[in-house]
């Protein structure tokens, strides 16, 4: 299980270099403007209809506040969301194995 946990931490975190990449790149190109995408914009590069149709639903099928809190998870920066768990992951599971039993 601790194995199965570290290479989810390291494709988080490979993911997460990949996306901060990226939105260094498109930075540059937009001539030094800061461009960092949310998860809906890198969500929405795959599949516009799906976010779309997930945001209905949220509207729909949860109550009070509950979608507008999700709606401000899925607008932070896409390379932390995937990077932070990555590293906590990492850092749990990494020292765990290390440990003398």
Same mark, same amino acid.
């Given at each position: 299980? #601790?194995?199965?946990?570290? @290479?989810?931490?390291?494709?988080?975190?490979?993911?997460?270099?990949?996306?901060?990449?990226?939105?260094? @790149?498109?930075?540059?190109?937009?001539?030094? &403007?800061?461009?960092?995408?949310?998860?809906?914009?890198?969500?929405?590069?795959?599949?516009?209809?799906?976010?779309?149709?997930?945001?209905?639903?949220?509207?729909?099928?949860?109550?009070?506040?509950?979608?507008?809190?999700?709606?401000?998870? #899925?607008?932070?920066?896409?390379?932390?969301?995937?990077?932070?768990?990555?590293?906590?992951?990492? #850092?749990?599971?990494?020292?765990?194995?290390?440990?003398? &039993?």
């Amino acid at each position: 299980m #601790f194995v199965i946990l570290r @290479i989810v931490s390291l494709l988080l975190i490979v993911a997460a270099l990949m996306l901060l990449g990226a939105d260094a @790149i498109s930075s540059l190109e937009n001539g030094g &403007k800061l461009i960092v995408r949310s998860l809906d914009q890198v969500w929405s590069l795959f599949d516009k209809p799906g976010v779309d149709a997930f945001h209905v639903w949220l509207g729909r099928h949860l109550p009070g506040p509950l979608p507008a809190w999700i709606g401000a998870i #899925f607008s932070i920066p896409a390379w932390a969301a995937t990077g932070v768990p990555g590293a906590v992951l990492a #850092f749990l599971f990494g020292h765990a194995m290390s440990e003398p &039993k």
